[in-house]
């Protein structure tokens, strides 16, 4: 079973739309869970840490449910620049670890 | 804040060759750097964490005699991929820690392509 698995997608959205991506995770031990953005062959960015108290900046919205052990991205009012791939990632231990990542997910923002 | 820097972006090299790669983390200091790798159309990959002062720790199946780290000071890490090989053509990422709440910060890959 995979650590992190998202759906790879491609999602194709059209401009303006609400999109949500879930993902999840098997490691019950987790801590720390992020939303990164990459785009094409680049590194990637950090979009958002993940709270237990869900987060919000922006057009954005992240969720956490460790119950069920799943991690939600929501855009609102998508713009033609959000299209790249998300990534889910997750670490597991409090102190210095390394990252987890997800496959991510391609997200296409249609004009 | 928080900037990773990497050098160099991209490398090619002949078979047999090692090659070097720096990661410095330029307004902070960092204990904790980390090396990742992606392939193509894969997600980054942990290959081994990088602890200023002391040896670095591989995560498993990372052979440490081929991919050799040294983190000599809290600003700068290095991974030297020795012998390389066309198999080890690849995107390799470096990140540090800033040490709030585990995010890490990545610096801009350097493309390896090993002939």
């Known amino acids: 079973r995979k650590e992190v698995e998202q759906d790879p997608g491609p999602f194709n959205v059209p401009e303006g739309a609400t999109v949500a991506f879930n993902c999840t995770y098997s490691?019950?031990?987790?801590?720390?869970f992020f939303w990164y953005r990459q785009d094409c062959r680049k590194e990637p960015k950090l979009l958002m840490s993940?709270?237990?108290s869900g987060n919000e900046d922006g057009r954005f919205t992240a969720q956490l449910n460790r119950a069920s052990q799943y991690i939600s991205l929501l855009i609102r009012d998508s713009k033609l620049s959000d299209s790249a791939t998300y990534l889910c990632?997750?670490?597991?231990?409090?102190?210095?670890?390394?990252?987890?990542f997800g496959k991510g997910t391609h997200l296409i923002i249609q004009p | 804040g928080a900037v990773v820097s990497q050098h160099p972006s991209w490398v090619i090299c002949k078979s047999g060759t090692s090659v070097k790669i720096e990661c410095r983390s330029l307004?902070?200091?960092?204990?904790?750097m980390f090396w990742y790798r992606q392939f193509p159309k894969q997600s980054l990959m942990l290959m081994a964490t990088?602890?200023?002062?002391?040896?670095?720790?591989?995560e498993q199946g990372v052979e440490k005699d081929k991919f050799l780290i040294n983190h000599a000071s809290l600003t700068l890490s290095t991974l030297t991929v020795t012998s390389a090989h066309p198999e080890d053509s690849s995107f390799y990422i470096c990140?540090?820690?800033?040490?709030?709440?585990?995010?890490?910060?990545f610096g801009p890959g350097t493309r390896l392509t090993v002939l």
């Open positions: 990632v997750v670490a597991s231990g409090g102190g210095a670890d390394g990252l987890t």
């Open positions: 990088s602890n200023e002062g002391s040896k670095a720790t591989y």
């Open positions: 993940v709270y237990s």
């Open positions: 307004d902070f200091q960092a204990t904790t």
């Open positions: 990140s540090a820690e800033t040490g709030h709440d585990n995010e890490q910060f």
């Open positions: 490691n019950s031990a987790s801590q720390s």
